[in-house]
């Protein structure tokens, strides 16, 4: 099993950045397409960012597509969002996740570890 922690939420204005971390336990993440899900208050979980196992691919949801970058670093069993251009709407339980599949998927049933959340907060 790949245990997953999340970092680096917290409170930022409106057209600021915050850069997400998240530290992977375990021998299967590099054979692991990972991926960035977040819920907002009263809303449904929802797909943010994906990258591939080796970081060949990545996927964005439409809404993040310019302000957002998902990457990882093997070597450090670590997968980063950084989130510039950062809009109200972006408040949120921001999730780190992985599957047993080297591609990616925007689909959250097909992620199999998961971290415990990180709030971001994004005041205007």
């Known amino acids: 099993q790949v245990q997953l922690v999340e970092s680096g939420g917290g409170v930022a204005q409106a057209g600021g950045s915050l850069r997400l971390s998240c530290a992977a336990s375990?021998?299967?993440?590099?054979?692991?397409?990972m991926g960035w899900f977040r819920q907002a208050p009263g809303k449904e979980r929802e797909f943010v960012a994906a990258i591939s196992a080796h970081g060949g691919s990545t996927h964005y949801i439409n809404s993040v597509k310019g302000r957002f970058t998902i990457s990882r670093d093997n070597a450090k069993n670590t997968v980063y969002l950084q989130m510039n251009s950062l809009k109200p709407e972006d408040t949120a339980v921001y999730y780190c996740a992985g599957r047993r599949f080297l591609t990616i998927s925007p689909a959250s049933g097909d992620y199999v570890y998961w971290g415990q959340g990180t709030q971001v907060t994004v005041s205007s």
């Open positions: 375990g021998s299967a993440f590099s054979t692991s397409a």
